[in-house]
């Protein structure tokens, strides 16, 4: 089973920036698709953004021209790049691999945007 693990989350101010990563396990991350999911108190899990393995990103409206996601292969690790951060954008950040018919979540980290 490949091990996600999630680093970066913490308390900002409206406007502010923070950068999202997840460190994967084993030797597919580099084949796999990776994803940034939130779900903040209430409502459901939703898509944030994606990559595909060949490096196609996909982005959800909300966070589009303010988020970019990326990927360090060599490094088994994704990215999510967050800025101008709003209030809304409070909630717990996911990362998502799917290779095949693996699936795996990473634990969660924390993102306040708040003054």
């Known amino acids: 089973q490949v091990q996600l693990v999630e680093s970066g989350g913490g308390l900002v101010q409206p406007g502010g920036s923070l950068r999202l990563s997840c460190k994967a396990s084993?030797?597919?991350?580099?084949?796999?698709?990776m994803g940034w999911y939130r779900q903040a108190p209430g409502k459901e899990r939703e898509l944030v953004a994606a990559?595909?393995?060949?490096?196609?990103?996909d982005y959800a409206d909300s966070v589009k021209g303010r988020f970019t996601i990326s990927r360090d292969n060599a490094r088994n690790t994704l990215y999510l790049q967050m800025n101008t951060l709003k209030p809304e954008d409070t909630a717990v950040y996911y990362c998502?691999?799917?290779?095949?018919?693996?699936?795996?979540w990473g634990q969660g980290t924390q993102v306040t945007v708040s003054s």
């Open positions: 998502n691999l799917k290779w095949r018919y693996v699936e795996s």
């Open positions: 990559v595909a393995f060949g490096g196609n990103t």
């Open positions: 084993g030797s597919i991350f580099s084949s796999s698709a």
